[in-house]
């Protein structure tokens, strides 16, 4: 039996461009669809901004997990909300008010999420967890798709879960970056609950298996 709380949210990283609406439509099963807005100064990619998460939002058979790798995000943010997005996610380390970011987003009506990379310690959100509806701990290098999972950031992901069940916080725990079938067990030990995967769900043959193979293996895995 898999547990509600176990979220799969394919990333269209790892997706075909030119066919989009096509590609999301392959992903019914999912919970959410992640998508990755860079700006190619935060991280050293451009993928694309508001008009085409616009388009992907008017399409998509399931909501919006927007993850902003983005300078500035205390301008920018706000924006992705008000597109229609059912979730966005801004990096602690390009937020100067992530409190105030957050509570912004939340007003707007999208749940609010907030990155840290892989250098980056989570102390100090333990104290405004319930400011947040999501933090999302990246196992690799915000950037690129197609990285090895970077198994050093299961203790910071397990700390923050004890941490977060310890106060109460219902808050999601997401991870982003080499996420597979055989990594996805991993995460979920250390207390993921929101797994974000590229190519193992579009690069599959029948992504709606893959998407129900990576929900049984992390709900058979998932520390409570």
Do not use: C
């Not at 999301?24 to 700006?39: E, K, L, N, Q, W």
């Not at 197609?146 to 879960?161: I, T, V």
């Not at 979920?188 to 193979?213: L, Y």
């Amino acid at each position: 039996m898999v547990p509600d709380s176990i979220r799969i949210n394919p990333s269209v990283l790892a997706a075909d461009f030119v066919n989009m609406q096509a590609e999301v439509g392959r992903i019914a099963a999912a919970d959410f669809v992640h998508v990755d807005v860079m700006d190619n100064h935060f991280v050293p990619n451009l993928t694309f901004g508001p008009q085409m998460v616009e388009r992907i939002q008017a399409t998509s058979p399931v909501p919006l997990d927007v993850h902003l790798m983005i300078t500035d995000a205390d301008r920018w943010a706000p924006g992705y909300a008000e597109l229609g997005a059912a979730s966005v996610t801004f990096h602690l380390e390009a937020a100067t008010d992530p409190v105030s970011l957050a509570r912004r987003l939340r007003q707007i009506g999208a749940r609010a999420g907030v990155a840290v990379k892989p250098a980056t310690g989570v102390e100090g959100l333990y104290d405004v967890l319930d400011e947040f509806d999501q933090i999302l701990v990246m196992t690799v290098e915000p950037g690129f798709g197609g990285q090895s999972f970077m198994a050093d950031q299961m203790p910071k992901l397990a700390r923050l879960h004890d941490e977060a069940r310890r106060r109460g916080s219902q808050v999601w725990l997401q991870v982003d970056g080499g996420i597979s079938e055989s990594t996805i067990a991993q995460a979920a030990e250390a207390g993921a609950d929101t797994f974000v995967a590229g190519s193992a769900v579009f690069g599959a043959d029948d992504p709606a298996r893959a998407i129900e193979a990576l929900r049984s293996l992390a709900g058979s895995a998932h520390r409570h």
